[in-house]
């Protein structure tokens, strides 16, 4: 008697039996942004329940998982985090884990609901990326699993984070300004909305005292302090920059959003860059030399941020771990003395 060999189970197949498209199950299976968590699950569950490829028995031997947290705001994000997720994804499949993605609204933030965990996934620990409320850091910290934050320090919860060493960097992007012979700088950032941007203020503000210069706070812009706001849109930055009555020669940026926006607005004005005022970023994200004039910047080493949080995941000893920026000189700033 012939043996009839079983049909293969494809992504098309899930798609079928959800009703949804291929290319949502992509996602959810290779633990992608870009649907939500509930819809994840569902996919997941599905692909378990029709033996899709290994799928079902990577989950059915309990194999190692990491949950990574992504914040509502960093969804669309493809300069700066892109790289983040794609090392925490290649790390995890070196050290032989899966990593499954988990997106948090404002609203789940605001209630303080938890990702909810397939009791299949043997999970050892999550990664949390970006900014997120303290109540709900907390919150994670008392599922009772291992915590690394990437990218953003929390000092008042005692969870592991790997960052870029945000005072050093600002100290020594505002210092060449001065070097470039500027006296008047501004610095414009969220500094109520993120720990690693209230830091690069001070390592701006210790470049000033440094140099013995006159720290004008009216040149300073540093958002809301009430709301979540991040000042990297035109249409936000804007309202603050008109109110802001003689500008200086020249603006640090807490992130190159933040100066490729300042950028757009003083061109807007008939300002020129540098000519005019020159602007200095932080972060390197991949438009910055690709913008008009390419960007001065630091550069932050998004890759090895990745590989290390998955690396140092179950560590038992509390850590900060601070990665050095590099200057990255390009035309956005311009030398007003030799």
Known sequence: MAIQNEKKVTMEDIAKRLNISKNAVSLALNNKPGVSEKLRQRIVRTATELNYGSFSTQLDNKSKCILVIVPEYIHNDTFFYSDIFWAIEQEAKRQGYLSFTSSISYEAEK???????????????????????????????????????????????????????NIAGAYDGTSYLVECGHT?????????????????????????????????????????????????????????????????????????????????????????????ISVMGFDDISVSHMISPPLTTIRVDRKLMGELAVKRLTDQRIFHINLPGALIIRDSVRRIRP
């Open 111 to 165: 209630k303080l609901t938890l990702p909810l965990i397939p009791q299949e996934l043997n999970v050892i620990g999550l990664l949390v990326i970006g900014v997120i409320r303290d109540d709900y850091l907390r919150c994670i910290y008392e599922m009772g699993l291992p915590v690394v934050t990437v990218d953003i320090t929390y000092h008042n919860i005692p969870v592991n984070s790997i960052a870029s060493s």
């Open 184 to 276: 008047d700088i501004g610095f414009i950032g969220p500094v109520y909305t993120a720990q690693s941007v209230y830091e690069r203020w001070c390592g701006f503000h210790q470049a000033i005292l440094k140099h013995n210069l006159t720290d004008h706070n009216g040149y300073h812009i540093f958002g809301a302090n009430d709301h979540f706001e991040l000042l990297d849109t035109t249409s936000v930055l804007e309202t603050y920059l008109d109110k802001v009555d003689r500008y200086p020669t020249a603006w640090f940026c807490a992130g190159d959003r933040i100066a490729i926006a300042l950028i757009s607005l003083l061109n807007k004005k008939n300002i020129s860059v540098p000519n005019d």
